[in-house]
């Protein structure tokens, strides 16, 4: 399970990128809260829904499409934001399940970025088939992908979303304790 507490605020995917709340929106089941990069605050909404007792329902990373790239050319900046938010998102339970994703993601390159590297070695690890359809979806060449955990589901879906192109990358968790 996954807290929306001071730990998760305190996570590398808050402290870094600066993460700042922007207004709340509550129902009867969940209260829906919304946040802002420090950086790039027009390409990038996420919401966190949590329940009455602070446990984290859904997290959602809106990245619009134009910002974060292609095939051709990656934004960094759009790679480290989204790997950073898988691993703080996804439950203790399941990180080891995310762990060949955040390593896909974070050694993404596009095929005419330019990269200088001090140890090629990791830029050369195989992904795994399963997660090779993330990284079409990620570099628009697929519309979504799924990856169902123990206690958690992520996916990536490319769609249309506030009169724009965006990825959409989702952490649903579920709502009952594992085991």
Same mark, same amino acid.
């Given at each position: 399970?996954?807290?929306?507490?001071?730990?998760?605020?305190?996570?590398?995917?808050?402290?870094?990128?600066?993460?700042?709340?922007?207004?709340?929106?509550? $129902?009867? +089941?969940? *209260?829906?809260?919304?946040? #802002?990069?420090?950086? %790039?605050? @027009?390409? !990038?909404?996420?919401?966190?829904?949590?329940?009455?007792?602070?446990?984290?329902?859904?997290?959602?990373?809106?990245? $619009?499409? +134009?910002? *974060?790239?292609?095939?051709? #050319?990656?934004?960094? %900046?759009? @790679?480290? !934001?989204?790997?950073?938010?898988?691993?703080?998102?996804?439950?203790?339970?399941?990180?080891?399940?995310?762990?060949?994703?955040?390593?896909?993601?974070?050694?993404?390159?596009?095929?005419?970025?330019?990269?200088?590297?001090?140890?090629?070695?990791?830029?050369?690890?195989?992904?795994?088939?399963?997660?090779?359809?993330?990284?079409?979806?990620?570099?628009?060449?697929?519309?979504?992908?799924?990856?169902?955990?123990?206690?958690?589901?992520?996916?990536?879906?490319?769609?249309?979303?506030?009169?724009?192109?965006?990825?959409?990358?989702?952490?649903?968790?579920?709502?009952?304790?594992?085991?």
């Amino acid at each position: 399970m996954l807290y929306y507490d001071d730990k998760l605020k305190a996570s590398e995917f808050f402290e870094f990128f600066g993460i700042h709340e922007t207004k709340r929106i509550a $129902d009867k +089941e969940t *209260i829906q809260i919304y946040h #802002k990069p420090g950086g %790039f605050e @027009k390409n !990038i909404d996420i919401y966190v829904s949590i329940d009455a007792s602070s446990q984290v329902v859904l997290a959602t990373l809106f990245l $619009d499409r +134009e910002w *974060i790239g292609n095939e051709e #050319k990656v934004n960094p %900046f759009g @790679k480290d !934001i989204a790997k950073s938010f898988v691993s703080a998102m996804v439950p203790p339970e399941d990180l080891e399940g995310v762990e060949d994703l955040v390593k896909a993601l974070w050694n993404l390159r596009g095929t005419k970025d330019h990269v200088i590297v001090l140890n090629d070695a990791a830029l050369d690890e195989e992904v795994p088939d399963k997660i090779k359809d993330a990284i079409l979806v990620y570099l628009v060449k697929e519309m979504e992908f799924e990856l169902p955990l123990k206690c958690c589901k992520v996916s990536f879906e490319n769609l249309f979303h506030e009169g724009r192109e965006r990825l959409r990358i989702m952490v649903e968790h579920d709502r009952l304790t594992p085991g």
